[in-house]
Structure formats: C-alpha cells, structure tokens
T-cell receptor, first 115, second 108 residues
Framework: DGGITQSPKYLFRKEGQNVTLSCEQN?????MYWYRQDPGQGLRLIYY???????QKGDIAEGYSVSREKKESFPLTVTSAQKNPTAFYLC??????????????FGEGSRLTVL | SQQGEEDPQALSIQEGENATMNCSYKTSINNLQWYRQNSGRGLVHLILIRSNEREKHSGRLRVTLDTSKKSSSLLITASRAADTASYFCEGGSYIPTFGRGTSLIVHP
C-alpha cells in the first residue's frame, strides 16, 4: 500500500543536540512539506520541496534544515539553534500535477520533546 | 499567511446532533479541501470541492462553497462520538497552509 511514513513517532532530545526526523513516501509524489504543530494551534510550514535537490523555506525555517536527495525522502533536522523545538511535526506530500487540485497525504507525525 | 481560517475554534455537541463548521479564505481558489485530524495523528483528507461547485456530499458530510464570500462550510449530520477530532480547511494553494482548525467534541 502506498503511503507516507514518519519516524520515529516519539523522540526525546537533550538541549544542544541535533535530531533528524525521517519522512519517506512511496506515492511517487514530487512535492513534500514539513509542518510544525503546537498544542491547540494550526500547522505552520517549516520547509517544502517541489523537486529533488531543491527546497524552500517556509514561515518558520529558523533552527531547522532539510535535504531532498531522493524523491522519496525528505528528512528534517532540528538543530540546537531551534530554541523551542518541543512540538508535533508532520510531513506531507502531493503530486506536482495535483497542486491546487489534489489532496495532501500526511504521515502520522513525530512528537519531539526536549528534556 | 493562512489561506483557510476555521470557525468556531471549538464545538461541543451531543451524539446525533449536526455539526457545522465554517471556513473563510483570502485569495481566489481552484478548489477547497477539508481535512480531519484525530488527536496525536496526521491529517486525513475528507472532501474536495471545486470552485465551480456550490455543494458536495459524501456520506454524512455536506460541504458548501460560496466563492463570492470566500467561504465554505462543512456539515456533519447525525454526529457520532467517533467524529470527535479537529477539522481543517485548505484553499488548494501552491503552498498549502492551514488555520487553527475547529475542535469538535461529540458527547456520547
């Protein structure tokens, strides 16, 4: 079955550590997105990528980094520069031809807690 | 900036009642989509309505779209406790953005 997989589901980080969240999709989607969600809040866009080897900053990119070396994969690194990283992180993807006309597929999310 | 803003932010009803939530958006759209998020999970696509449609049905869901007012509504009929979730609209944009959603609680 096609889908989008995020791992790990739960992650704990000490202050000053970098952590990487994985996002893999087998839907052959061109565009992928990372969102951050805080309790009772909407989704805020961190980074997005519409083709391999290219990505753009979203509204809250500071303290985060991404790569898009393969079409299927769009990992997110939360760096020590991110001052308040405790949040729920969601990855999503969509067909390029579907932008504006199709549906986003979401992973199940990764919950990051800073100790 | 967010393309979709949901209202009300919270809605509490009894099982069997209908639930109506609204969405307003800012710029012209080709379509509008509604998503559902259960607590601690990812968003799941519910329904898409195109800009040339005024109403669409899917099971117990009814979506309306008024492009002149830049608004949409989602109606869930005969609600069930399992409908408890947050609901988001999204204006089918090149860079999908979301509001805070409507948190629906359906009491058994």
């Amino acid at each position: 079955d096609g889908g989008i997989t995020q791992s790990p589901k739960y992650l704990f980080r000490k202050e000053g550590q970098n952590v990487t969240l994985s996002c893999e999709q087998n839907l052959n989607h061109d565009a992928m997105y990372w969102y951050r969600q805080d309790p009772g809040q909407g989704l805020r866009l961190i980074y997005y990528s519409q083709i391999v080897n290219d990505f753009q900053k979203g509204d809250i990119a500071e303290g985060y980094s991404v790569s898009r070396e393969k079409k299927e994969s769009f990992p997110l690194t939360v760096t020590s520069a991110q001052k308040n990283p405790t949040a729920f992180y969601l990855c999503a993807s969509i067909r390029t031809s579907g932008i504006g006309t199709g549906e986003l597929f979401f992973g199940e999310g990764s919950r990051l807690t800073v100790l | 900036s967010q393309q979709g803003e949901e209202d009300p932010q919270a809605l509490s009803i009894q099982e069997g009642e209908n639930a109506t939530m609204n969405c307003s958006y800012k710029t012209s759209i080709n379509n509008l989509q509604w998503y559902r998020q259960n607590s601690g999970r990812g968003l799941v696509h519910l329904i898409l309505i195109r800009s040339n449609e005024r109403e669409k049905h899917s099971g117990r869901l009814r979506v309306t779209l008024d492009t002149s007012k830049k608004s949409s509504s989602l109606l869930i009929t005969a609600s069930r406790a399992a409908d408890t979730a947050s609901y988001f609209c999204e204006g089918g944009s090149y860079i999908p953005t979301f509001g805070r959603g409507t948190s629906l609680i359906v009491h058994p």
